[in-house]
Each structure stands twice: as C-alpha cells, then as structure tokens.
C-alpha cells in the first residue's frame, strides 16, 4: 500500500478507484438518490451536473435557473436545478446536493466520437470541495473525506 493511500486512509478518507477514458478523462459510479450512473470527473466543473435525459431516472425534480452552462465546446446553455439531492460514491455520502440540469448531448457524442462510452453527468468542484478531495493520478484513485 503506497504511503498516501495509508495516510489518506489514517485521516478518515474513502478511496475511490477511477477508470481512465479513451479521452483522457476519469470515470467513476455514482448514486445519485440511491440510483446508480457513470459520471466524468471534472476538475474545471463548477458543478455536478446530470443531463436532462437521465434527470428521471436519478429522481431528480429540475428547477428553471438563470445561470448558463459552458463547456466542451459549447456555451450558453439553458439549466435546470435540481435542489437537495443525495450523491453516494464507494462509502462517501453527502445530503442536500444542489445538481445542475443541462442537456449532455455534445459532452456525450465528444466521448463516443473518441470510442468512450456515455456518462449520465459530470463531477464537478462542488463535491470535490465538499469531500477535501485528493486525486491520485499515478494509481488512478479519488479520496474524499
């Protein structure tokens, strides 16, 4: 077991393992309300982010908002809020998770134009930040406390 792997768990963390992409990204499972999906784990997120398609399936009730969303190729997208929401990742919960709706379509055809398969969302800073995380590039692995 490599030093910050035992460190990180002596300081409470949960160990995540992430899947390294054809496109250069991490994947990972989520439960979102107890409903499990595939997400990408993006640093530059400011948000988590589920797309519109798969918002029924996580249970989640979508908001109007007035904040836009960018990235990926795309800019100025219209976004639903999903207010209080629960989020398990291998033995880390939160609670009361705002998730942010957008429609995934470009996110999703980028990855299957690389021969990646789809995600339901994206990870983004909020848990990241929430969770004190730590990425351990090297031995493709999320702490998050």
Known sequence: MSSL????KS????RIKLKYTETNHFELVAKINEVQGNFILDT???????GFD???HFKLLGEESKIRAAGAGATNMLTQVALKNSIAIEGWKTKK?????????????AL???KAEKVHGIIGADILKKGRAVIDYKNKALYLK
């Open 112 to 114: 299957v134009n690389h």
């Open 97 to 109: 998770l705002d998730i942010v709706l957008f429609d995934l379509t470009h996110v999703n055809e």
């Open 5 to 8: 792997r035992k460190l990180l």
């Open 44 to 50: 530059g997120a400011s948000s988590t982010c589920v």
């Open 11 to 14: 300081k409470g963390y949960h």
């Open 54 to 56: 798969t918002a029924a």
